[in-house]
Each structure stands twice: as C-alpha cells, then as structure tokens.
C-alpha cells in the first residue's frame, strides 16, 4: 500500500512564506515524477510545480520566481518552498507522484489528501 502525505498548510499573510512537505510511503520500487498541485474554491485543479527523478523542475507561470520545488530521492520527500505568498495563492495543495509499487508492476498516479494554504490578512 503506498501513501501520501502532505503536511505544512497554514493561514499567512500576504508576502509571508510556507513550506509545504510530502512524504511517499509504503510498497515503493521506484518513482518517476513528483508534483504539487492546487485546487481554489470555485476553480479547477492546476500543476504548480513538478519534479522529476532526474531533477528537472517546470512551474506554473503564476509561481515562477516565488514557489521552489526540492526533492529528496533517499527519503522519497518533496517539498514546496512558497515565498512572496498573494491572496490568490489560497487553495489546497495536493501532492501527486508517479509510482511504481514493485518491479513487476507499471507506474500509476498516487494522490495525498491535501492541505491548506490560505493567504489573507
């Protein structure tokens, strides 16, 4: 069984920072990339950073100079660095990764259950 969870989320103020943590657990061979999503109220699910298992990063415009994405192979961990936070940063934050459980199974989609992030004064 693979798990995982997020933890970090927190009220800020505006220009504040957070950081954001997930931890993969459980039956794991390998994982490929590793991903930060976020969901407002009112609005579909958009990519906010990712990762992958060679190091690659790519950012959601809106992020780009204010988020970082850092991963940890050993211990199976991403992180999310939110720096220059803004009112429309709030939504829950939900880390993805694609994992592939044994070696005789293909990689699939693992979701945690997300945490929130709200900016506001």
């Known amino acids: 069984q693979v798990q995982l969870v997020e933890s970090g989320g927190d009220l800020v103020q505006p220009g504040g920072s957070l950081r954001l943590s997930c931890a993969a657990s459980?039956?794991?061979?390998?994982?490929?990339?590793m991903r930060w999503y976020r969901q407002a109220p009112g609005k579909q699910r958009e990519l906010v950073a990712a990762?992958?298992?060679?190091?690659?990063?790519n950012y959601a415009d809106s992020v780009i100079g204010r988020f970082t994405i850092s991963r940890d192979s050993a211990k199976n961990t991403i992180d999310l660095q939110m720096n220059s936070l803004k009112p429309e940063d709030t939504a829950v934050y939900s880390c993805?990764?694609?994992?592939?459980?044994?070696?005789?199974?293909?990689?699939?989609?693992?979701w945690g259950q997300g945490t929130q992030v709200t900016v506001s004064s």
């Open positions: 993805n990764a694609e994992i592939r459980p044994t070696q005789w199974r293909v990689a699939k989609d693992y």
């Open positions: 990762v992958t298992n060679s190091g690659s990063t």
């Open positions: 459980g039956s794991i061979f390998s994982i490929n990339a």
